[in-house]
């Protein structure tokens, strides 16, 4: 059984900095990429940043220049540094890991909570 186990979030202040990682574990093959995802409330979910097995990433403009996805692989653990929290950055914010065999298959955390405070 896949486990994708989130830590780090909490509450900070505006311009501050957190931390999140996800580990996975478990019978997980192929892994193709590994991601963040976000959902405020009364919003849906979106994508936060992504990064390949390559470590090619992807980020949503809105967090362009202040986060950083990175990973090790050899610990099938993916992480996210966020700089310079804006309020709108509150949200649950969801580990993601894609595995492609003979199809897509999505693994998602259980979410964990960042809330910025003005």
């Known amino acids: 059984q896949v486990q994708l186990v989130e830590s780090g979030g909490g509450l900070v202040q505006a311009g501050g900095s957190l931390g999140l990682s996800c580990a996975v574990s478990?019978?997980?093959?192929?892994?193709?990429?590994m991601g963040w995802y976000r959902q405020a409330p009364g919003k849906q979910r979106e994508l936060v940043a992504t990064?390949?097995?390559?470590?090619?990433?992807n980020y949503a403009d809105s967090v362009k220049g202040r986060f950083t996805i990175s990973r090790d692989n050899a610990k099938n653990t993916v992480y996210l540094q966020m700089n310079s929290l804006k309020p709108e950055d509150t949200a649950v914010y969801y580990c993601?890991?894609?595995?492609?065999?003979?199809?897509?298959?999505?693994?998602w955390g259980q979410g964990t909570q960042v809330t910025v405070s003005s």
């Open positions: 990064i390949s097995t390559s470590s090619s990433t």
């Open positions: 993601n890991v894609v595995t492609r065999l003979l199809r897509r298959l999505d693994y």
């Open positions: 478990g019978n997980i093959f192929r892994i193709e990429s």
